[in-house]
């Protein structure tokens, strides 16, 4: 399927209608997705309705709003009324969202149209989508790799073109990967952009939701839709949300670009430091300039984060104790019982892990020396993004300093995976905004992306860069 931008240019020009293009996805997926393994819930009959109603508006001469009538796929730790929202855990198998998240809303409002649920890890905790209690979803550029992850759903469906937009999460990376490993675009906004209303928390502090598209103008058009201040999520920021689809096209004659020097070294597989070294003489060559930037807390953040995320996710999956929540083990002897059987069946191996590791870090004793700790470090990272950026406009790494891997591969070695978020993780601790774009491909003829970090709420410089890198790559 065709670009988003594009497709709605179609829709208004009346060559295609609503109900053609979600007929086309169901089509695609019906096609491809039993291979790829995308969807957990596909929403046809509603889907169907909604887009009989945008023809039906379109036919009456109603102006409607850009993406009125493109189909679009969620992730499945988001809530769309009526429908399961699973996190992909046998946890909430059969948990059926009573309210429509605030992005779900927006988006309705918009008349986009959900076309299903995306598979994910367990809660959002995975860099591969293996971690998922129900099925393994596959890399469409290549079925014998993973797709990435946490949003590993999200990434593959806009990659095998069944839809061109679709939501995901990102709290370490789970967006950027996924899309770097997909070949497709996707962004993390600022922490606050994008109400977290109606998205199953996992780490709150880092928790965004944000756009992924085949193109940077899907992203943008997208980000449009979803972003705003939200007095239901008290993180939210009440600041201006520009028309981020102003950012595409535009000159980055000027710009300065901040290069981390830690991921540009041997941690980087070679042929990623190729694409990227080509992308920032493009970039050059286009009037931008670049520097090497002291960026020296990579490895700390990673420590940093695997210390926080899994804290907040220990209290926030306190309430699956089968009394209020999703699974309940029948029979038990008595309440602790209840929990412990319950809590032992629900939650796969990851997700115990994370919540071991987050209970033994707030526990007296040692909150001072891992969880204070940590959070000491994380204001040493945001003070060192203030630092590079009093010289630069934003920072461009690799999105994932390896290339995509196997299925089966790095499940049994935990640190393996966690390593595949150093380069995204830092801007989760910032709050920073992100996006990764594709900027080559492999020998093997697998995706690589270029992530692109910028200063609070300027997703527009972000969106600009990461334009003019994604036309080059696509012409
Ligand atoms: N892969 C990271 C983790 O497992 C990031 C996950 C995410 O961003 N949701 O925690």
């Not at 240019?9 to 997926?29: G, P």
């Not at 003489?281 to 995320?309: H, Q």
């Not at 000491?376 to 390896?402: C, G, H, M, N, W």
Request: charged residues 20%; hydrophobic residues 40%.
């Amino acid at each position: 399927m065709a670009d988003a931008l594009s497709l709605a240019k179609s829709l208004k020009n009346r060559e295609v209608t609503s109900v053609s293009l979600v007929e086309q996805a169901y089509q695609a997926i019906a096609e491809t997705d039993g291979d790829i393994k995308a969807y957990l819930t596909l929403t046809k009959e509603s889907a169907m309705a909604q887009a009989q109603s945008i023809d039906k508006r379109l036919d009456q001469g109603e102006e409607l709003p850009l993406l009125a009538g493109i189909p679009i796929g969620i992730k499945d730790n988001i809530l769309l009324k009526g429908f399961k929202t699973t996190c992909a855990s046998k946890m909430l198998e059969n948990f059926v969202a009573p309210y429509d998240a605030t992005v779900i809303e927006k988006i309705n409002a918009q008349g986009l149209i959900p076309v299903g649920k995306l598979n994910m890890d367990e809660f959002a905790m995975g860099s591969s989508t293996q971690f998922s209690a129900f099925q393994v979803t596959r890399n469409p550029r290549n079925l014998d790799y993973v797709p990435g992850g946490s949003s590993g759903g999200s990434a593959a469906t806009v990659s095998a073109n069944q839809v061109p937009l679709s939501l995901g999460s990102d709290t370490g990376g789970s967006i950027r990967q996924p899309a770097s490993f997909c070949g497709i675009v996707g962004l993390k906004p600022t922490y606050g952009r994008v109400s977290r209303y109606g998205l199953v928390s996992f780490a709150s502090s880092l928790d965004q939701i944000g756009p992924m598209a085949t193109t940077v103008g899907g992203a943008a058009a997208l980000l449009n839709v979803i972003s705003g201040f939200d007095s239901k999520d008290s993180t939210s920021e009440q600041v201006e949300v520009p028309d981020f689809t102003q950012a595409i096209g535009q000159s980055v004659s000027g710009k300065r670009i901040g290069v981390p020097k830690v991921l540009m070294g041997d941690a980087v597989d070679p042929q990623i430091r190729k694409a990227i070294d080509a992308t920032l003489a493009d970039l050059v060559a286009k009037g931008a300039t670049w520097e090497v930037v002291d960026f020296g807390c990579m490895d700390e953040a990673l420590s940093v984060y695997y210390i926080l995320a899994p804290a907040e996710a220990s209290s926030n999956l306190e309430r699956y104790d089968g009394v209020r929540y999703g699974h309940r083990k029948p029979d038990a002897a008595n309440l602790n019982d209840m929990y412990t059987r319950t809590r032992g069946e629900g939650f796969g191996p990851e997700v115990k892990r994370r919540i071991i590791l987050g209970t033994y870090v707030l526990s007296s004793g040692y909150y001072d020396a891992y969880y204070l700790k940590a959070q000491k470090v994380r204001s040493l990272v945001i003070k060192a993004y203030q630092k590079a950026f009093e010289s630069v406009d934003v920072i461009l790494s690799p999105t994932v300093p390896s290339l995509p891997f196997k299925l089966g591969e790095n499940l049994e070695d935990p640190i393996a995976m966690y390593l595949q978020d150093i380069a995204t993780i830092p801007a989760n601790l910032a709050g920073l905004p992100a996006i990764s774009v594709p900027c080559g491909t492999s020998s093997e003829g697998l995706p690589i992306g270029v992530q692109i970090t910028g200063k609070a709420f300027d997703e527009m410089t972000v969106l600009s860069v990461a334009d003019a890198i994604h036309v080059k790559e696509t012409l």
